[in-house]
């Protein structure tokens, strides 16, 4: 499975509402597409957890091509921006069969699920020290294959 990540300054350089659009466009360029809607219609909880600094953990965006992982940088790291990477993707990632995944603080997880579930059927939410498991698949038939690093470097 590919991975691509990307970064993006938030605040103090942009707003929580303004990180969470420089997101979208870059996930759903096309602003009249299903994806740019419904990462608009979830705006308003995604820019909270942009604002609790939660997007130090990856929002995860897979399903079509290359599983997205996105980071925020917060305060000086933001402002220095050696760490952004805004670059466009090479694909789509809102099109076809997509999921994402957005991390949330722990106190916040019960509120945000229930908000998102109103809002999304493809935009959950996880525990911020939760990872996204690698066992998802990406889209339809993909194959994962895991390799087994202790019989690979037995004698």
């Known amino acids: ?7 993006f300054a938030s605040i103090p350089v942009r707003s929580a509402r303004e990180t969470w659009k420089a997101i979208s466009e870059l996930l759903a360029p096309n602003p009249a597409s299903a994806g740019a809607q419904e990462l608009s219609a979830v705006a308003g909880v995604a820019a909270s957890l942009i604002a609790r600094e939660a997007m130090t953990a990856a929002i995860v965006v897979h399903g079509s091509g290359p599983r997205v992982r996105i980071y925020c940088t917060y305060h000086a790291d933001a402002i220095d921006g050696d760490d952004a990477n805004e670059k466009a993707l090479n694909f789509v990632a809102t099109e076809g069969d997509w999921r994402m995944s957005l991390p949330c603080p722990s106190e916040d997880l019960s509120w945000v699920k229930a908000e998102l579930a109103q ?24 194959i994962i294959l895991k390799l087994d690093e202790e019989a690979f470097f037995r004698p």
């Not at 498991?133 to 990406?138: H, K, L, P, R, Y």
């Open 1 to 7: 499975m590919s991975v691509l990540a990307r970064t």
């Open 119 to 142: 809002l999304s059927k493809r935009i959950t939410a996880r525990d911020l020290d939760a990872e996204v498991g690698d066992d998802e698949s990406d889209a339809p038939g993909t």
